[in-house]
């Protein structure tokens, strides 16, 4: 198995979980803010020598539909290895904001769910227990990451 393959799986085991630490209140539902899970994953990431940043976006645009695409890079600074991680979403249009806080906004949920789903991090209400939450019942998604090895 690879370094960046046992760091990587070295900063999962230690992963507990992500609280719920906003509140939308029209919605009136928590989320886990963007500051929430890259200060979680630094920290992961950084305790097993990984470094994980953006290399290249590109946008681009498909009849009425805009998309981001984004090139992150996990690299594990003790052996160099590296591995590409290619993600891609749609830029919502949104008639409360503008073009760039649409496209900003999709940039940060975009990197919210890579860290997120990089480290299988779970999401949860600050009140639950992280360690005693049973996650075995989850439902699969399609998928909608490239994992590429440089």
């Known amino acids: 198995m690879s370094e960046l393959y046992k760091a990587l799986l070295a900063a999962q085991e230690s992963a507990k979980g992500l609280s719920k630490d906003g509140k939308n209140s029209f919605g009136k539902f928590g989320y886990t803010s963007i500051e929430e899970v890259v200060k979680t994953c630094r920290g992961l990431l950084h305790k097993q020598g990984l470094v994980f940043f953006p290399e290249e976006q590109e946008m681009k645009a498909e009849a009425e539909t805009v998309y981001i695409v984004q090139r992150y ?5 003790h052996s160099g290895e590296e591995q590409l991680v290619t993600r891609t979403m749609i830029v919502p249009e949104n008639q409360k904001m503008s073009p760039c806080q649409s496209q900003g906004s999709a ?7 890579t860290l997120r789903e990089l480290l299988l991090l779970p999401r ?4 639950e227990d992280l360690d005693s939450h049973d996650n075995t019942e989850g439902q699969s998604r399609p998928r909608r990451s490239q994992y590429t090895r440089r």
């Open 73 to 77: 890079l996990l690299k594990h600074v």
């Open 124 to 127: 949860f209400d600050k009140t």
């Open 107 to 113: 940039e940060s949920y975009l990197l919210k769910n």
